[in-house]
C-alpha cells in the first residue's frame, strides 16, 4: 500500500493548512484543483515549493516529480482580471444606469452598503446634487426674506440684507456646500448662487452677472475662511491633509497653494475623516483580507472588511500615491468585479 504524502499548504503570512495525498497527481493542474478544493479556494492559483537545494526557497512548481512528502508548498493567487463592461447608450438620468446595473447583481440580498456600515458615520451620503436645495436659515433672516420677496413681486424692489442676515445667509450656505464637497468648484458655487437668487428673487443683483455673480463671488471667498476656521480646529481631515505640516512631509519647501489634495473625479469622499479603529487594527484586517480573498464563496466578508477598511484605504491612496501594482499586492480585492461598481465605458453613438 502506497504512504500518503504530505503537504504542508501555506495560503498567507499566518494561515496554514495540512494535506494528504493518497498519490502525488501526475500533472500540476490535478494538484491545483485537489489544493483549491481542500483548502476551500477559488480563482487562479499557482503553486511554488520550497526547494532545499537552495536553502529553502520558494521555487515556481513545473512538474509533480518535486513534490515528496512533508512539502512545503506556497500558494501565489493569480492577479484579478479587470473586466470592462461597454453600454452603447447612456441614459439620460444616471438613477437609470444605477436602477440597470443593480438590475444586474444576482447577490444583492448579501450587499453590504457601505453607507449602513458603523463605520461610516463620518462619510459623506450625497454626492453633489443636480439642483441645490437652499436650506433653512435662521428664524430672523427667514422673516425677513419673506416680506422681501413680497415687495420683490410687487414693486421689483431688492433687498439690501444687513451684515448679520448676509452673515447667516453665507454660514449657512457654506455649511450646506461643505456636506457635498470641501473644494466646490466655481461652477458649482454658481449653481449654488443661482438656487439662492431664484429661491429669494428680492436677493437678485441687477448690475452682476445672471444677477447672481455677486454672490458667487461670496460664496467663494466664505468657503475659503470657511475651510481655514474648520482647519483651524482640527475638524476635517480632508483639510488637514493640506495643511503645511502635512505637505512638509513630501515637500521641504510647501507652499499653502500648491499640491492640494482634493477630489477631482467626483469622488463624495476623497478623503475621510479616519474611523473609531486604530490603524494597527485596521492594517489587521487589510492583512485579514489577503487571506479571505483565496476562501470561496466569501464574498460578504470580504465586502464588510473592505466597507470597515474604507477611510483607511482612501488615506492610505491619497498620502502614499501607490502605484497599481503596489494596490494589487495590499488591496487585491479591490479589483474584484464586486468591487469594481461603476467601472463602466460610456460609449456615445449617434443617432
Known amino acids: 500500500m502506497a504512504t500518503p504524502v504530505r503537504l504542508l499548504i501555506l495560503l498567507g503570512d499566518e494561515s496554514a493548512e495540512r494535506m494528504e495525498l493518497s498519490r502525488v497527481p501526475d500533472t500540476v493542474e490535478e494538484l491545483i484543483e485537489q489544493v483549491k478544493n481542500v483548502c476551500k479556494l477559488s480563482g487562479d492559483i499557482r503553486l511554488q515549493y520550497k526547494d ?11 512538474a509533480t516529480s518535486m513534490i515528496k512528502d512533508l512539502t512545503t508548498i506556497k500558494i501565489i493567487q493569480a492577479a484579478p482580471d479587470i473586466v470592462l463592461s461597454f453600454i452603447e447608450s447612456v441614459p439620460s438620468d444616471l438613477s437609470d444606469l444605477d436602477t440597470s446595473l443593480s438590475s444586474r447583481n444576482t447577490d444583492t440580498d448579501d450587499t453590504v452598503i457601505l453607507s449602513h456600515s458603523s463605520d461610516s458615520e463620518g462619510l459623506r451620503k450625497e454626492p453633489w446634487p443636480k439642483e441645490f436645495i437652499i436650506p433653512p436659515f435662521s428664524l430672523e433672516t427667514e422673516g425677513q426674506l419673506q416680506r ?16 448679520k442676515m ?8 457654506a455649511e450646506k456646500i461643505f456636506s457635498y464637497k470641501a473644494y466646490p468648484t466655481d461652477a458649482d458655487l454658481s449653481d449654488v448662487a443661482e438656487a439662492l437668487t431664484g429661491k429669494h428673487p428680492c436677493l437678485r443683483q441687477p448690475d452682476s452677472f445672471n444677477e447672481s455673480y455677486g454672490w458667487k463671488l461670496k460664496l467663494k471667498s466664505k468657503m475659503s475662511n470657511y475651510r481655514t476656521q474648520l482647519r483651524s480646529h482640527g475638524l476635517s481631515s480632508e483639510l488637514m491633509v493640506n495643511t503645511l505640516k502635512s505637505k512638509s512631509r513630501e515637500d521641504a519647501t510647501p507652499f499653502p497653494a500648491k499640491n492640494v489634495k482634493k477630489a477631482r473625479r467626483g469622488e463624495t469622499n476623497y478623503y475621510p475623516q479616519p474611523s473609531g479603529d486604530s490603524p494597527e487594527n485596521l492594517e489587521k484586517e487589510r492583512a485579514s483580507l489577503l487571506t479571505e480573498i483565496k476562501i470561496r464563496n466569501n464574498e ?29 499586492e495590499r488591496w487585491p480585492a479591490l479589483f474584484q468585479m464586486e468591487e469594481v461598481h461603476f467601472l463602466q465605458l460610456f460609449v456615445y453613438l449617434s443617432p
Not at 166 to 173: A, H, V
Open 300 to 328: 460578504r466578508t470580504i465586502r464588510e472588511k473592505m466597507a470597515r477598511t474604507f477611510q483607511f484605504r482612501r488615506q492610505e491612496i491619497v498620502d502614499q500615491k501607490p502605484t497599481i501594482d503596489n494596490l494589487m
Open 52 to 62: 532545499d537545494d537552495f536553502g529553502g526557497t520558494f521555487v515556481n512548481l513545473s
Open 166 to 173: 448676509l452673515s447667516d445667509i453665507l454660514e449657512r450656505l
Open 148 to 163: 422681501g420677496n413680497s415687495e420683490y413681486a410687487q414693486n421689483q424692489t431688492r433687498l439690501t440684507p444687513s451684515s
